[in-house]
């Protein structure tokens, strides 16, 4: 018998023990670790609650968490609880799925005025995050400035502007509801760095915002290259400038009839936030694209600003006794090998790009680089103490271990405490999970 341990309950994670349990079936078994009670990583907190459909993927990750040889081992903080190196003396192979839970910095001036968040906070805000729930942001004025043209963005941007309608049978958690629903804005400003041809927004979820009931997405028709250059593009990237170019032909009336205008300002890069003590504009410079590269102009103005978004991308969380890549904000990998015996798939393996389906093609290439490393005699003659062992040491140390049977309990509690037509109402502190799942 084989011991595998994974970090992180995520997609990657989940992917990663279904491949597993597919290449060496009843011989091997696989502990799926969280910091949280609660498995699913960025399907629970980071995939937007209007977008059930996506999140419906959970029940796949279910079925291969009900294995007998698979088993999730919830509330557990690899680096405190217990160490990597106690992890790697347990179990033949250690994955990191750790994904990328930290926001970027842009290392600008002013970038800790208050009301200024990154995408991982705000988004762990409404999506229920235990760290982040008492973010309590701002929202009673105007103008929001949401930084980065990409999906992130494109998810921040449309629930800021939705109605109580619009958000039926979503799992946005009662405290940012609540707030989202009282809010004043009037205007949110998309900043993008570079220009149309080279959004990273992808068409379907821009579609979205070109259909919503209280807000109008506006774009400059001067930002466009000539329409013949639309032709060069790939496919997903001519849809998504093709929705772009209706949104720049949208009548000023019909701006006019929604409360919320949201502004693509195209070419231009922040360059500091102002303000006291909260934010209330930022100073942006214009900029051309040379090479595929935002270059600056010298040109610079100011964009009003209550509250701003940076949705630039993320950074894993570096674990002590992991060697760390700081430049590119992930475990130094070689193809997901780190060490011998010590991988990382997903987000941790690769930064944060690609879709959830991404991390599947991930789990299991490891499995077969865990498998080749079995065979080369990489992982030793000899299966290590797994399972048990990790028992001893967990019962030895008092560690207050959530199971999957667990979770089901606290999932219960979730979907009975939920909101007319929502799936669930999330519990957003680790205290209240525990307390449901006993
Ligand atoms: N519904 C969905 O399918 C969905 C939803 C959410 C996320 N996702 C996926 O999750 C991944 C992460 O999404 P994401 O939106 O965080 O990342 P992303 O797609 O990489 O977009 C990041 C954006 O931030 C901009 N940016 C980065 N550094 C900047 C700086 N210093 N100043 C100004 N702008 C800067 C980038 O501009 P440049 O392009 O100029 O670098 C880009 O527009 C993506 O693969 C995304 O497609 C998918």
Redesign the pocket.
């Given at each position: 018998m084989r011991h595998i341990a994974i970090i992180g309950s995520g997609p990657a994670g989940y992917y990663t023990a279904e491949a597993a349990q597919k290449q060496w079936g009843d011989e091997v078994s696989v502990d799926v670790f969280d910091l949280l009670p609660v498995p699913y990583g960025l399907i629970r907190f980071?995939?937007?609650p209007d977008?059930q459909s996506?999140k419906g993927v959970s029940r796949r990750y279910e079925k291969t968490a009900l294995n007998e040889n698979v088993r999730f081992v919830g509330n557990v903080a690899v680096g405190k609880d217990i160490t990597v190196a106690e992890l790697r003396e347990l179990y033949d192979a250690v994955i990191f799925a750790t994904g990328a839970p930290n926001d970027?910095q842009?290392?600008l001036e002013g970038e800790d005025l208050d009301n200024i968040f990154g995408?991982a906070e705000f988004v762990g805000w409404y999506n229920g995050h235990p760290k982040f729930a008492d973010l309590d942001p701002d929202l009673s004025k105007g103008h929001v400035v949401v930084?980065?043209?990409?999906?992130?963005?494109?998810?921040v941007a449309r629930i800021l502007s939705k109605t109580e309608t619009e958000f039926e049978g979503a799992d946005v958690v009662a405290h940012a509801l609540e707030s989202l629903l009282g809010s004043k804005i009037e205007k949110i400003t998309i900043?993008?760095?570079?220009g149309p041809h080279?959004?990273?927004?992808?068409p379907?979820?821009l579609g979205e915002l070109g259909a919503l009931e209280r807000a109008s997405p506006r774009v400059d028709k001067d930002d466009f290259p000539d329409e013949a250059e639309d032709a060069l593009l790939e496919p997903g990237l001519r849809k998504s400038v093709t929705h772009l170019r209706s949104f720049a032909a949208i009548p000023e009336d019909m701006h006019a009839e929604k409360a919320i205008e949201i502004e693509f300002d195209m070419f231009a890069?922040?360059v500091r936030f102002l303000g006291d003590e909260k934010v209330e504009a930022v100073k942006v410079e214009r900029t051309k694209v040379e090479a595929g590269?935002?270059v600056g102009t010298g040109e610079t103005y100011e964009v009003p600003a209550s509250m701003v978004i940076?949705?630039?991308?993320?950074r894993t969380s570096p674990i002590p006794d992991v060697p760390f890549d700081e430049r590119a904000g992930r475990f130094a990998n070689d193809g997901g090998r780190i060490l011998p015996g010590m991988y990382c798939v997903g987000w941790a393996r690769r930064g944060?790009?690609?879709?959830?389906g991404?991390n599947r093609p991930d789990g299991y290439d490891i499995v077969e680089k865990i498998a080749e490393d079995l065979d080369g005699g990489v992982l030793g003659r000899k299966g290590k103490g797994g399972r048990e062992a990790f028992d001893a040491l967990a019962n030895q140390r008092k560690l207050d271990i959530v199971t999957f049977r667990d979770w089901k309990k606290i999932e219960e509690a979730e979907e009975e405490a939920a909101r007319a037509g929502a799936p669930r109402e999330k519990f957003v502190d680790i205290e209240s999970m525990i307390k449901a799942s006993r």
């Open positions: 980071g995939v937007a977008h996506i970027r842009l290392g995408s930084i980065g043209m990409g999906n992130v963005a494109l998810d900043l993008g760095r570079r080279q959004i990273m927004m992808t379907k979820e890069s922040p590269r935002a940076t949705c630039i991308g993320y944060p790009t690609g879709t959830i991404t």
